[in-house]
């Protein structure tokens, strides 16, 4: 843990040395998935299709109709001496589309989402046998169906229904997207204990949040199980997940889950504006009877800016202690690099395992469409 202070320390103070840019603000919904450039906190400045006045034209038509259509790609290389292979690649294409049925149908209608998938690649956890995952958009190859659902507001309460997933809406800091390794995103401590439904499965699902100034509260209940055929669900299972999480003032969150099967885990997050461009994120957990006992990560996220517009560094440490193969250690820095509808991310880990420690040398490159 005196690591970990120190690294946080370390960054903290060089962060506050940085000055001062101006902020370019992305138009299209915040999406949390994976290598989505439309991550919360990232700022997209262009697309690759948008270089023409009619294409502009069609997409400022299609989102006053209530249509926004979300398309990226990102491809990935992963390379680390100290593992067999030497260079891995991999690459996600995630396809959204959103609908504000309130300005296609009538006014006081809701919303839906749609994602889809494609992946292809390997990556180096096979290998590493981390409970982490080194890169947050490795999975298995696939084309499938990520989530779909119906979204309605009634006052200060908005229930959503459909094929749903987990890391999503639950465990979020908003100041770790910048990152890469997969437990940045959702905590390996759920994802591994539970397996899902996170990315890129969802499940059968139905989530609430109650809504009020400075205060959220979220509650869902998801099918437990993973049975389903390219992201189509094959049934309803046996097994359910619960989960419940409040927030307070955009600072503080304080979450539980019950798996049927799999049991209990609880967690809190501290994630927090320090400043113009430094945002800091703690999370820490416990699931006792778990293969995950433990679990804390912490980390810093300097931008947009102030280097260039758009840009973002970010780092971070996370710890878990395992039952069977012991405490495990990741140390991320990144660098996220923006350059309208392309975006390049250098990015190095050191993965500390009981038996062996792995040095990571990674760049992703993002396309938006």
């Not at 001062?20 to 994976?34: I, N, R, T």
């Not at 400045?45 to 979300?70: C, E, H, M, V």
């Not at 180096?124 to 981390?130: I, N, P």
């Not at 969802?202 to 949040?209: A, D, I, V």
Request: hydrophobic share 45%; aromatic share 8%.
């Amino acid at each position: 843990m005196a690591a970990v202070a120190a690294v946080v320390t370390i960054l903290r103070s060089s962060a506050l040395l940085v000055a001062l840019a101006q902020v370019a603000h992305a138009d299209l919904m915040p999406d949390p998935c994976a290598c989505s450039a439309n991550k919360p906190g990232f700022f997209r400045t262009g697309t690759l299709t948008g270089n023409s006045d009619d294409i502009d034209k069609l997409r400022a038509a299609w989102k006053d109709d209530g249509f926004i259509p979300q398309l990226t790609y990102a491809s990935e290389v992963f390379t680390s001496p100290e593992l067999s292979h030497h260079a891995v690649f991999a690459g996600l294409v995630v396809l959204g589309l959103d609908f504000d049925f309130g300005k296609l149908v009538t006014d006081g209608l809701g919303t839906a989402h749609v994602a889809a998938v494609g992946i292809h690649g390997d990556g180096l956890s096979a290998e590493l046998k981390d409970v982490y995952g080194v890169s947050g958009n490795v999975a298995p190859q696939d084309i499938r169906l990520f989530e779909a659902w119906v979204e309605q507001s009634i006052s200060k309460f908005t229930l959503r229904g459909g094929i749903l997933a987990a890391d999503q809406e639950f465990i979020l800091a908003r100041h770790s997207t910048a990152l890469l390794n997969a437990t940045f995103g959702i905590i390996s401590q759920l994802s591994f204990n539970l397996s899902g439904p996170v990315y890129p499965v969802g499940t059968p699902g139905l989530s609430g949040r109650f809504e009020l100034t400075g205060f959220t509260a979220r509650a869902a209940v998801y099918d437990g199980d993973q049975a389903n055929v390219h992201g189509i669900p094959r049934g309803l299972g046996s097994d359910v997940l619960a989960i419940g999480e409040v927030e307070y003032g955009e600072l503080l969150k304080v979450g539980a889950w019950h798996h049927s099967k799999f049991g209990n885990g609880a967690y809190a997050i501290v994630d927090h504006q320090l400043g113009r461009y430094l945002g800091a994120f703690v999370r820490g957990g416990a699931s006792p009877n778990e293969p995950v006992r433990g679990y804390i990560d912490t980390g810093v996220r300097i931008g947009p800016g102030p280097f260039r517009d758009g840009d973002f560094i970010g780092a971070g440490v996370a710890w878990a202690r395992t039952d069977m193969m012991g405490d495990q250690i990741v140390l991320e820095g990144t660098y996220q690099a923006q350059f309208g509808w392309l975006t390049i991310q250098p990015d190095l880990q050191l993965v500390m395992l009981h038996d062996r420690t792995a040095a990571i040398i990674a760049t992703r490159v993002t396309i938006v469409l």
